[in-house]
DNA sequence: ACCTGAACACCGTTCAAGT
DNA sequence: ACCTGAACACCGTTCAAGT
């Protein structure tokens, strides 16, 4: 019925379905009414996937950059985005596409960018590194490395035989997952600091 | 045709007409044909994309590992990845669904863990550093960060203060695109070698 | 062996008609 | 104002029938 409501069905039929699960005669039926009633509070399906997307990226939270230092300004947006994308990793692949185009994106990265060349940093270096920021954020979120490995082990043993099994158990892939962005992130940060101005 | 003829139109398509603008009778009709002679040669649309994402993969070189240190080992594999993918930047997002199901992709991941492996990390360091190699690389084809601002610079001049508009012009983003990716992974090996073994 | 026409069960979206 | 049924132009896929 309401606007909201009907985001909160989308993202529902996302998580449990998928992308491609989504359908508006589906989601109707969640909202226990008829495909064509959605048209009534929604323009397209697109658009209702960009609200959703909006909704999503408006609880990423980059306030770290006001005050301390541009490292942990990062470390924190960085940690915000992951946690964020993480509860919903089926719309990653749509969140990724285009994210200079989105409102809430563009406020974030502003912010990102101010907090950067506040530290010193050229306004082409903000640039860079915020996009660096973004490659990191949506990589790991997209391509959820570690949890792929889980259906059979035996496959890997026999004709891989550098990749490491033991971390592959399905029990430790999130973990890794997780320290995974960690190590990418740290070292991202440790790298930039060594040609930090100032 | 012949299935390489196949594979060959179908990224045709995607590359022209985005993954979304595939179907199968486009693409029948891209070969003279009708939709359902189709499968006679592909037994589904998800199998032939697959076999697409494996094309494109096999063409990512990691052999920069054999000999070199590991730094210039995954430079070289970075690299070359970036450049296989952003070749065809629409298909990215399939590509990046679940890169551990993929034949190809785990040969070169062997190849990776591997070097990492002998040049003295260990086999969980070795993974952790794969997936990060990942992220920046699938991050980047993907996000597309830089092209996405190019249309209307009049809407950042007054909304964003500080995103950097000399450098969101036409012209520059794919320079700026370039050399974000370059920085993130220097960054990123910069501070691995920080924290690096031997 | 290879292609086709027709069909099936789906899509997103529109629109006149109902309350 | 809000919902509906029916329709339109599409999908992926199957399969008997044609050469």
Redesign the interface.
Same mark, same amino acid.
Request: hydrophobic content about 45%; aromatic content about 14%; proline content about 5%.
């Given at each position: 019925m309401s606007a909201s409501r009907i985001r909160t069905a989308t993202l529902l039929i996302i998580d449990r379905d998928g992308l491609d699960g989504l359908s508006m005669r589906k989601l109707a039926a969640e909202l226990g009414v008829q495909a064509a009633s959605l048209y009534g509070h929604v323009s397209t399906k697109d658009d209702l996937l960009h609200e959703v997307a909006a909704e999503i990226l408006e609880k990423v939270d980059v306030s770290g950059f006001d005050g301390g230092d541009w490292r942990s300004g990062l470390r924190s947006a960085a940690w915000s985005y992951r946690s964020a994308l993480a509860r919903h990793p089926n719309i990653v692949?749509f969140l990724?596409? %285009?994210?200079?185009?989105r409102e809430a994106s563009? /406020?974030r990265?502003?912010?990102v960018? %101010?907090g950067l060349?506040a530290a010193g940093w050229s =306004? =082409? $270096?903000?640039?860079?590194?915020?996009? %660096?920021l973004?490659? #990191?954020? !949506?990589?790991?979120a *997209?391509? &959820? !490395?570690? +949890?792929?490995?889980s259906e059979d082990q035996a496959v890997?043993r026999d /004709?891989?035989?550098? *990749?490491?099994k033991?971390?592959l158990l399905p029990g430790v892939a999130q973990e *890794?997952?997780h320290?995974?962005?960690e190590?990418?992130l $740290? +070292? !991202?940060? &440790?790298? #930039?600091a060594? =040609?930090a101005p100032g």
């Open positions: 692949p990724a596409y %285009g994210p200079a185009h563009l /406020r990265l502003d912010v960018h %101010g060349v =306004r =082409r $270096e903000a640039t860079m590194i915020a996009a %660096g973004m490659y #990191l954020v !949506f990589g790991a *997209l391509s &959820t !490395f570690s +949890s792929g490995f890997y /004709r891989y035989p550098n *990749l490491d033991a971390h *890794l997952d320290d995974s962005f190590l990418a $740290e +070292s !991202f940060v &440790t790298g #930039l060594a =040609r």
